[in-house]
């Protein structure tokens, strides 16, 4: 009975399947011992820690700190392998022993001979990344028996560094170069889905504009743990042309003409970035004043440069040989042999010139001119006639003259001297005027005796 004369009125125990939260029992209880005053706390405090060896603890709240290698970022908690995390459990009065799991599995375990409301424990991170889970659970016996609930709670494992990335204007080919004036580096760091960047790097921006073969440059950002990332990149740049000649072969003569096939050929140089293409030789066998055969040379980075051979000119064509004066086969008294001469004659290189040779046969009265052409593109070809000179001829020319003009040309032929003095007269270039027998004229006239 209380003071006011009611009987002293205690929660009726549920069944155990629907046995009240413990919170909500211990709250009951506290609203019963202000009703019932001080001796009637105590007899309620008595009766409950006599049923405290039954009844279940439970953990009411789970909250994680960390010191160095964690962050609380965005109202979570993240940590990096190796950082301090401070679990702290309050539970229930009742609690004499507390368990603590991480993603499932046991990592920590405290008993007390005294019940208690306060808990802490000592985590450690862990490699991996990614939510990791923790739960405390309160047990009423230092056995770790009968429980009424748990408390949970989580945080972040963060290993990953922060990506450092270099933007690179304008971008190199795709050989890593560039024939640009300048280049602009510009560095950005990203976390994503981890603590975030803390650190960005430093200088953001970086100039590069000297020609270089490659300049290595790099940055490093940090993350809200500590994690550090690095980023690098290498410039390269050159803007010189490479270097490209060429050459014919066989090289052209003093007329600037060739008369076989010529072939151009090309030599690339580039002492920076490298030769990427250089052009192919090129052979150039058609007749004629081709003009000039151009090739091209590219480097690495992209730089180019033309060079032209030429101009080429070709004529495989030999040039003809003309003979004037003396004609083959023809037969001349002594002294009246034309004089014998050449022309060259070429459509395409034009003629270089025309030289003649008289040679005497084995008989005493066989002649030969031979004649050599040659054109400007250095062809060559060769000609020659052969031809008679016979006292025969004076006798035959005297017949077919009227009697008035005989006795002068038997005078004349007695005065031109022998065959021999034909061939030794300016050396083979005698200048006599033609006089050719024919097998009409030599023919018997009429009523003459053969």
């Known amino acids: 009975m209380d003071g006011r004369g009611h009987a002293d009125r205690q929660p009726a125990p549920a069944p155990a399947p629907a046995r009240a939260r413990p919170a909500v029992r211990w709250e009951r209880l506290r609203t019963v011992a202000r009703r019932a005053g001080v001796l009637g706390a105590l007899s309620i405090l008595s009766l409950v820690g006599a049923a405290g060896s039954s009844a279940g603890a439970s953990a009411l709240s789970l909250t994680l700190a960390g010191g160095d290698g964690t962050a609380v970022f965005e109202g979570r908690l993240y940590a990096r392998a190796g950082a301090g995390i401070s679990a702290s459990v309050e539970t229930t009065p009742?609690?004499?022993?507390?368990?603590?799991?991480?993603?499932?599995?046991?990592?920590?375990?405290?008993?007390?001979?005294?019940?208690?409301?306060?808990?802490?424990?000592?985590?450690?991170?862990?490699?991996?990344?990614?939510?990791?889970s923790v739960r405390a659970t309160a047990f009423a016996t230092p056995e770790c028996e009968h429980t009424d609930g748990s408390?949970?709670?989580?945080?972040?494992?963060?290993?990953?560094?922060?990506?450092?990335?270099?933007?690179?204007?304008?971008?190199?080919?795709?050989?890593?170069?560039?024939?640009?004036?300048?280049?602009?580096?510009?560095?950005?760091?990203?976390?994503?889905?981890?603590?975030?960047?803390?650190?960005?790097?430093?200088?953001?921006?970086v100039v590069v504009t000297d020609e270089t073969p490659g300049r290595s440059l790099a940055a490093s950002a940090v993350d809200r743990v500590g994690n550090v990332g690095q980023g690098d990149v290498v410039v390269r740049i050159d803007r010189t042309p490479p270097q490209v000649a060429a050459s014919r072969t066989p090289p052209p003569n003093g007329f600037g003409w060739n008369n076989s096939p010529v072939r151009v050929g090309f030599r690339c140089l580039d002492g920076l970035s490298g030769v990427a293409a250089c052009s192919d030789p090129i052979d150039v066998s058609a007749e004629g004043a081709t003009g000039e055969v151009p090739g091209a040379a590219f480097d690495v980075a992209g730089n180019a440069a033309t060079v032209?051979?030429?101009?080429?000119?070709?004529?495989?064509?030999?040039?003809?040989?003309?003979?004037?004066?003396?004609?083959?086969?023809?037969?001349?008294?002594?002294?009246?042999?034309?004089?014998?001469?050449?022309?060259?004659?070429?459509?395409?290189?034009?003629?270089?010139?025309?030289?003649?040779?008289?040679?005497?046969?084995?008989?005493?009265e066989g002649f030969a001119y031979a004649a050599r052409a040659s054109d400007r593109a250095g062809n060559v070809s060769e000609r020659?006639?052969?031809?008679?000179?016979?006292?025969?001829?004076?006798?035959?020319?005297a017949?077919?003259?009227?009697p008035a003009r005989r006795t002068?040309?038997?005078?004349?032929?007695?005065?031109?001297?022998?065959?021999?003095?034909?061939?030794?007269?300016?050396?083979?270039?005698?200048?006599?005027?033609?006089?050719?027998?024919?097998?009409?004229?030599?023919?018997?006239?009429?009523?003459?005796?053969?």
């Open 384 to 397: 020659s006639v052969t031809y008679r000179v016979s006292k025969r001829a004076v006798a035959l020319r």
């Open 94 to 132: 009742d609690a004499r022993c507390v368990v603590v799991f991480l993603n499932g599995s046991p990592v920590a375990r405290e008993t007390s001979d005294v019940a208690r409301a306060a808990w802490t424990f000592a985590l450690t991170g862990e490699s991996g990344d990614g939510v990791r």
């Open 308 to 364: 032209a051979a030429g101009p080429i000119a070709l004529d495989l064509t030999p040039p003809r040989v003309v003979i004037r004066g003396v004609a083959n086969g023809a037969v001349y008294a002594p002294g009246a042999v034309p004089p014998a001469s050449c022309v060259a004659v070429d459509e395409l290189s034009g003629p270089a010139g025309c030289t003649g040779r008289v040679r005497a046969l084995g008989d005493g």
């Open 399 to 402: 017949t077919l003259l009227p």
């Open 151 to 205: 408390a949970t709670a989580s945080f972040v494992l963060d290993n990953a560094a922060p990506v450092v990335h270099a933007k690179v204007e304008p971008p190199p080919n795709a050989a890593g170069w560039n024939d640009s004036s300048s280049v602009t580096v510009t560095w950005s760091a990203v976390d994503n889905g981890f603590s975030g960047v803390a650190v960005a790097p430093s200088p953001r921006k």
């Open 408 to 450: 002068a040309t038997g005078a004349r032929g007695r005065t031109s001297g022998s065959l021999r003095r034909h061939a030794r007269a300016s050396g083979g270039q005698a200048r006599p005027t033609p006089m050719a027998a024919s097998p009409a004229a030599a023919r018997p006239r009429r009523g003459s005796c053969g």
